[in-house]
């Protein structure tokens, strides 16, 4: 028998919901346009893995190859973010999509039993959530920012320099 989705709020939603991986929140999600914060969850995400993910290997929790799978997954990630927010580096190739989709999903799945376990969202799960849900609904085809970014960027690049103020 499936369980419920974990609604994030408690109070009833004002537009359309989405159900991602058992958790209902609003559609599109509230933290999508949050990208310091996106970019800082996904580097958090990247740090906590290979942290932890050695210690797993070691006592045979998990098997070396899908930790450096994930790891490298999670680097992809973070890499992208990094090249969304501040044009630092390369963007991850659209070939890890599927791969980054599915490691978010894997996250949202465990922070919803974080959730259960706890008896519901608390404040800290909820912005978790939230934060990882909005990186999860940037891997939808529709609404990959990279294309506009990067049109953005050759545009400022062709425009000639600002003309210096003169002293008032």
């Not at 929140?25 to 346009?33: A, G, L, S, Y």
């Not at 390369?90 to 259960?116: F, K, M, N, Q, V």
């Not at 085809?141 to 960027?153: K, M, S």
Request: charged share 30%; aromatic share 6%.
């Amino acid at each position: 028998m499936s369980r419920p989705p974990l609604p994030i709020r408690q109070r009833p939603y004002v537009g359309p919901v989405r159900i991602w991986s058992g958790i209902e929140t609003e559609e599109p999600p509230v933290r999508r346009d949050d990208w310091p914060d996106l970019a800082a969850m996904a580097e958090a995400m990247l740090e906590t893995r290979r942290r932890r993910f050695p210690d797993m290997v070691r006592s045979g929790r998990m098997a070396a190859d899908a930790a450096a799978a994930e790891i490298a997954t999670f680097e992809a990630i973070a890499r992208d973010w990094l090249w969304i927010l501040r044009g630092q580096g390369e963007p991850a190739g659209i070939e890890t999509l599927p791969a980054r989709a599915a490691a978010l999903d894997r996250s949202l799945h465990t922070l919803l039993d974080l959730a259960r376990e706890a008896g519901g969202f608390t404040a800290d799960l909820a912005d978790k959530a939230h934060l990882v849900i909005a990186l999860r609904w940037h891997c939808e085809p529709a609404n990959r920012p990279h294309a506009l970014l990067q049109t953005g960027r050759e545009m400022r690049a062709a425009l000639p320099p600002p003309e210096p103020r003169k002293a008032a």
